[in-house]
């Protein structure tokens, strides 16, 4: 059973900064892409950031191009997404999830086969 476990949302100011931690059990961390969504409240859950198993690949949003980044430690199994220059429209719960190989298109939610509980990030004005 894969598990996945976010951590590192909370509260913080437009303009600032937070990282987010996905830890990941399992062996076989390395063969998954990885994902990142968020959801806002009355909204659908959205793609915001992917990397490729090796990590030598990663995909953005366009929302957060240039502000976000997305890297993975697969010794420690782990997933990162750092988010920079934080702005309100940014608040929603944060998901990672992931992808087994060959499960298709990193941009959508539903070729994605485990997911994390989610953290909050709420970005004040």
């Known amino acids: 059973q894969v598990q996945l476990v976010e951590s590192g949302g909370g509260l913080v100011q437009a303009g600032g900064s937070l990282r987010l931690s996905c830890a990941v059990s399992g062996r076989t961390f390395s063969h998954y892409a990885m994902g990142w969504f968020r959801q806002a409240p009355g909204k659908e859950r959205e793609f915001v950031a992917a990397?490729?198993?090796?990590?030598?690949?990663?995909y953005y949003a366009d929302s957060v191009k240039g502000r976000f980044t997305t890297s993975r430690d697969n010794a420690k199994n782990t997933v990162y997404l750092q988010m920079n220059s934080l702005k309100p429209e940014d608040t929603a719960e944060y998901y990672c999830?992931?992808?087994?190989?060959?499960?298709?298109?990193?941009?959508?939610?539903?070729?994605?086969?485990?997911w994390g509980q989610g953290t909050q990030v709420t970005v004040s004005s």
């Open positions: 990397s490729s198993w090796s990590g030598g690949n990663t």
């Open positions: 999830a992931a992808q087994v190989p060959s499960s298709g298109n990193y941009y959508y939610a539903a070729n994605y086969d485990y």
